[in-house]
């Protein structure tokens, strides 16, 4: 089974995919030109967030999707691009961006911030 997905945002992109908003969560879709890597580093990501799922300022994974299918669909071009049978990460959404781009904005982060 495939489990289809749609989104107007990209989170971010990077080697090993591209990161989506997809209602109030985070959805990660691994490069398939990376496959045999991506495969075992989806797997090696998921495991790695649901132990440290109890850390507070650690991202809560979901769950991983053997298959799906994402529509991402450009908000000014209005272009759509299809990742289709894809593993993704579901995970909890960062509304204030990554911990580097917080970082860089705001600068130094001291005590309880």
């Known amino acids: ?7 107007d945002q990209q989170l971010g992109v990077g080697a090993e995919g591209a ?5 109030d969560v985070a959805m ?8 045999t890597r991506s495969d ?3 797997a090696k990501e998921y495991k790695l967030l649901k132990e440290l799922e109890s850390e507070k ?5 979901f769950c991983l999707l053997e298959k799906g299918d994402m529509a991402f669909k450009h908000p000014r071009t209005g272009v759509v691009k299809k990742f289709n049978e894809r ?4 995970m909890e959404l960062c509304p204030k961006g990554d911990l580097f781009n917080l970082v860089s904005k705001s600068g130094a982060m001291i005590g309880n911030q």
């Open 1 to 7: 089974m495939v489990t289809s997905f749609q989104s």
């Open 19 to 23: 990161c989506f908003r997809v209602g």
């Open 28 to 35: 990660k879709v691994y490069n398939p030109e990376r496959r």
């Open 40 to 42: 075992s580093l989806a």
């Open 57 to 61: 300022h650690t991202v809560k994974p």
């Open 87 to 90: 593993k993704m990460l579901m």
